[in-house]
DNA sequence: AGGTGAGGCTACCCGCCAGTAGGTAAGTGG
DNA sequence: CCACTTACCTACTGGCGGGTAGCCTCACCT
């Protein structure tokens, strides 16, 4: 009478705990990348993951905490990637060039990362913003010290340095903007969209290097 | 005894609906951008407004119309900003130059509009999201326009056109990126940053219409 | 004066969802 | 085979906040 001939849909059982806390991660990014932070619910996650409620709470915490494991997560993978495709003895260019292949090759790779922080993280007011802006700014600050290597090994001085601070911000929005666009362009490969972007902003910063500028002509 | 002594904190009382309407949009605007659209409260939203919750839903209706109401308004303003800026007899570079002079005008003077358009609408997956990404589109498109008109006007084709759509999207994330930038450097003005913008990019398109490259070197 | 309707409010409802209490089953050592 | 731990679950609670029912009150008209 009593006997389970339904078995119920062959979850995976007594899993050790690491396994648990790296499958409850990848659920939680994706469901969070799709629905961002407020939206998404707990109760989705413990479904996507294939493991009830109060697993999550007593292996990552609350929710809060389970976000921002998320970001760091995602972060560190990101940084890492970055860092893994580019040579620091490299001239300024080439630097850039390789960072930036690394960069939209991993958001091709990892798409539900790349939306995680850059999107949804920044909705979450707290502490987590405040380290991805971190982050940001330490990518534009790295983008910085680049163009100011560039325009001091040419004879520039004070100008370069100036203006660099606003000029990589700009780059590095550009690179963002550019990576979700190519979201919807997975046919365009991430060499063409670095050199895009060399194209556009490395001539321009060369121009400007070499002191010729655009003036409004009124 | 049952004097009324203290006198509730002085609402102005009994104003025509346009009024009201105007003043809940006005603190919507502010608390959405603060908070973002989820932990935005109605009820901060009615204190802001200085008016009680009934009338948010009699007068804008639910949550979701107040926040597509406030994101319309917002829209429409920056748009007329731009719009105003520009004189479409003048040849691209200017066009462009005026655009983004208008544009950080509008965002130095309208922060929360701004923050409101780029930060939180995105987050309310729905309508919105698309409403303004379609905005954004236009955006991207008419700057996609202007870059291929300066490329033909220099007698280059189809080239121009393939890489435009995607190089139209970086600049815009630039100008966007250099927005927020700014936010936090209010000391620079809008010439400043719009001459930024133009050198950094403009100079980069002119190099590429004039088969100016840049390549790898390994 | 008193009727009428628009402006405005207090006080409540109720669904959703983060978070938890308390229990069961499956390994592990003796 | 019994104690003890670890993996894991069902089933609940509590509150926050979107949304509303129902009432008041002033201004103006006749």
Redesign the interface.
């Known amino acids: 009478m009593s006997e389970e001939v339904q078995r119920p849909p062959e979850r995976a059982r007594r899993l050790p705990r690491a396994v648990r806390e790296r499958q409850i991660l990848d659920a939680a990014v994706q469901v969070f990348s799709r ?2 932070y ?2 998404a619910s707990m109760d989705e996650i413990s479904e996507v993951a294939g493991v009830s409620k109060p697993m999550i709470y007593t292996y990552l915490g609350s929710k809060e905490d389970l976000f921002g494991q998320c970001i760091r997560r995602e972060a560190t993978r990101l940084l890492e990637a970055v860092q893994a495709g580019v040579q620091p003895d490299l ?1 300024p ?2 630097q850039l ?1 390789h960072g930036l292949r690394s960069f939209y090759r991993f958001v091709a790779e990892y798409r539900e990362s790349w939306v995680v922080l850059h ?2 993280a ?2 979450v ?1 707290g502490s987590f913003a405040a380290e991805v802006t971190a982050m940001r700014t330490r990518a534009i600050e790295l983008v910085a010290a680049l163009v100011v290597s560039a325009g001091t090994r040419k004879g520039l001085g004070e100008q370069a340095e100036f ?1 660099g ?3 990589s ?10 990576a ?3 979201l919807e ?1 997975p046919e ?1 490969s991430d060499g063409v ?1 670095a ?11 060369n ?2 290097i070499e002191g ?7």
Chains 1, 2 share one sequence.
Not at 169 to 178: P, Q
């Open positions: 629905y961002g407020h939206s001239p260019d080439m060039w999107r949804q920044l909705t007011g203006s601070e606003g000029l911000a700009a780059l590095v929005g550009a690179a963002e903007s550019l979700d666009w190519a362009h365009v969209l050199s895009w972007l060399m194209n556009l902003v490395w001539l321009g910063f121009d400007l010729q500028v655009w003036k409004p002509s009124d």
